[in-house]
Nanobody, 124 residues
Framework: QVQLVESGGGLVQPGGSLRLSCVVSGDTVEYNAFGWFRQAPGKEREGLLCISSGEYVTNYGDSARGRFTISRDVATNTVYLQMNDLKPEDTAVYYC?????????????????RGQGTQVTVDY
């Protein structure tokens, strides 16, 4: 059974950067798709980015465009989310997820497996 463990969240000032990590076990990042999504208090889940087995990146909306980057490291079986120029509206719990059937299709929030999430707070 696949397990996903996110880390790297924290408190950052507006304009700052964070790199989130998602360590994968029970699956291989090289052969399956993995994505990042987030959920802010009182709001619906929002898909961000997904990277396919062929390293094709799907962007699900304007929130991540130009500021966030997804990547993977096959050697450590880890998926990363690099976030730059962070804004207060980026405050949320960030999750990584995977789904063997859906892959990167859909809205980027309907993953069969996801981690416990990591809190990102953007504030002074």
């Amino acid at each position: 059974q696949v397990q996903l463990v996110e880390s790297g969240g924290g408190l950052v000032q507006p304009g700052g950067s964070l790199r989130l990590s998602c360590v994968v076990s029970g699956d291989t990042v090289e052969y399956n798709a993995f994505g990042w999504f987030r959920q802010a208090p009182g709001k619906e889940r929002e898909g961000l980015l997904c990277i396919s087995s062929g390293e094709y990146v799907t962007n699900y909306g304007d929130s991540a465009r130009g500021r966030f980057t997804i990547s993977r490291d096959v050697a450590t079986n880890t998926v990363y989310l690099q976030m730059n120029d962070l804004k207060p509206e980026d405050t949320a719990v960030y999750y990584c997820g995977t789904d063997l059937v859906i892959g990167c299709y859909g809205k980027g929030v309907e993953y069969a497996s996801r981690g416990q999430g990591t809190q990102v707070t953007v504030d002074y």
